[in-house]
């Protein structure tokens, strides 16, 4: 199948890094972060060729799939203790993802897997199918759709809404707070104090909201069967001495929609754009798209993604001094208590492990295991999660006359941070 639009140009990067962190450790870091945002695969060559496991001051950033294998199942050493200090405060307690190898992880993790069931795809396709659908038909006779504002982000505060159980005051509320959360969890680099503020203010709203809705569901009755996620959480009767409580059912219920909302909106941006890239990718595509086995759509959209992975690096600390990559030629020392990127969208780049990697193939093994991370914290929503990015965009290609339009209007628009706003797409056969 077609090869890659390729980005893959500059090189150098490794010289240009050591020159510029000799002269002032922060330059070089600067232009990493740069070049990790704008330059990541032609840097991620470059580094797994020369440097696979690259020591700054700040951090180490691993490149080679073997290595962020390790980094991301050793839970052990490299953990998720940086996570703790921006989500916990922001909803009142301790979540899944914050902690390693306790039993609230042990056990609430067991427990969300349970009522986030495989078996509930089919109901999740459904409901974003016909969300979908409804925003389509409006935005056909304009001839293009903001792919973001009409189209992924209703599609997913629908889902949280109709199928975790989570509508907030209204959608725009709820996706505000899901954004200054997640923009403290994870954008936050510079530790911007007006940022972690609007990340407390909006957790006190959400969490202050959730209790309300669960006191109100209470007082009715909680749902009758096959209702949300958040009744069935209501409903789960659990011994005394595992803690299981009202607050741990409203954090759990507001680790749905932190998991989710910024995750698929930015993850359908992305595969979208790359298969629009790609004339012969999205005719095969939307060949696939019409088939009721939604099998070989699947691979087209984990292949889009891995071409342009919303979340290119994940972030652990390492808790004691480790050796990483022992005894290959990449081994190398990684200091107690400094952050490790994990890079897996260079790991998925990594022709030792993958085939061709450089071609849009449609026959590789599944690669949800990568965007949904991977190791003890591996997502645990990742089959409604994967059925809506792959529902909501099979009805975007499903549409005739789908296609990019020309910068500046058809760019991916961010107006603050890494989170897509705006994406303006051509539908049907006007001049969109
Ligand atoms: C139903 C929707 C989703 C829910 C409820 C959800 C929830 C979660 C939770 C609670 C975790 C932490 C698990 C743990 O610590 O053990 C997690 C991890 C993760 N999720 Fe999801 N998620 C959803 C959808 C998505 C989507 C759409 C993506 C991106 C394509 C995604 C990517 C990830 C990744 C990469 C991790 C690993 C994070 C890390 O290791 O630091 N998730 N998810």
Redesign the pocket.
């Known amino acids: 199948m077609g090869d890659a639009p390729q980005h893959l140009t500059a090189g150098g990067y490794l010289d240009r890094y050591e020159t510029a962190a000799e002269r002032d450790p922060l330059q070089g870091l600067g232009l990493l972060a740069g070049w990790l945002r704008a330059e990541w695969r032609s840097l991620f060559a470059e580094l797994r060729a020369r440097r696979p496991i690259l020591r700054t001051p700040a951090f180490t950033l691993v490149t080679r799939f073997p290595d962020v294998a390790e980094v ?1 199942q050793n839970g052990d050493v490299f953990t ?1 203790s940086g ?1 703790a200090s921006r989500l916990e405060p922001a909803v009142g307690g301790p ?5 390693d190898g306790t039993s609230l ?1 042990w056990r609430e ?1 067991g427990l ?1 897997q349970v009522m ?1 069931p495989p078996e509930d795809v089919p109901r999740v396709r459904a409901l974003v199918a016909r969300t979908a659908d409804r925003a389509l038909d409006a935005a056909v006779p304009r001839g293009r759709i903001d792919a973001v504002g009409e189209l992924f982000r209703p599609v997913c505060t629908t ?1 949280c809404a109709e ?2 159980g989570l509508s907030g005051p209204d959608p725009g509320t709820l996706a505000r707070w899901s954004r200054a959360i997640m923009t403290d969890a994870t954008a936050n680099l510079v530790d911007d104090p007006a940022i972690h503020a609007a990340s407390l203010a909006a957790g006190r709203q959400m969490m202050d909201h959730l209790r309300g809705e669960l006191d109100g569901r209470r007082a009715e009755g909680t749902a009758a069967p096959g209702g949300d996620v958040f009744a069935r959480l209501l409903r789960t009767v659990l011994p005394d001495e595992l803690a299981w409580d009202d607050d741990r059912i409203t954090i ?1 219920v507001a ?6 909302l910024e ?2 909106v ?2 359908m941006t992305h595969l979208v754009r790359q298969l629009l890239l790609r004339p012969e990718v999205l005719r095969t595509a939307v060949l696939a798209a019409s088939d009721r086995d939604t099998a070989e759509f699947d691979r087209h959209v984990w292949e889009a ?1 891995r071409f342009d ?3 290119k690096v ?3 600390v390492c808790a004691r001094e480790y050796v990483l990559a022992a005894g290959t030629p990449r081994e190398t020392l990684v200091p107690a208590g400094t952050p490790v990127l994990a890079a ?1 969208a260079s790991a998925m780049f990594d022709e030792t492990a993958v085939p061709e990697p450089d071609r849009f193939r449609t026959d590789r093994p599944p690669h ?1 295991g ?17 059925a ?2 792959s529902e909501a965009v099979r009805r975007l290609v499903l549409r005739p006359g789908l296609r990019l339009l020309d910068p500046p209007e058809g760019a991916v628009v961010r107006d603050r941070d890494v989170f897509p706003d705006r994406f303006w797409l051509g539908l049907g056969d006007g001049e969109g």
């Open positions: 991301l998720v996570y979540v899944m993802l914050t902690r992880n993790k969300m986030l889902v199928y975790f759990n680790g749905l929609l932190l998991g989710f995750n698929g930015g993850s993604l992975p919303f979340l994940i972030i652990r897996v949800p990568w965007h949904f991370g991977h190791g003890p914290h591996a997502c645990v929503g990742v089959h409604p999660g994967a809506v990015i």
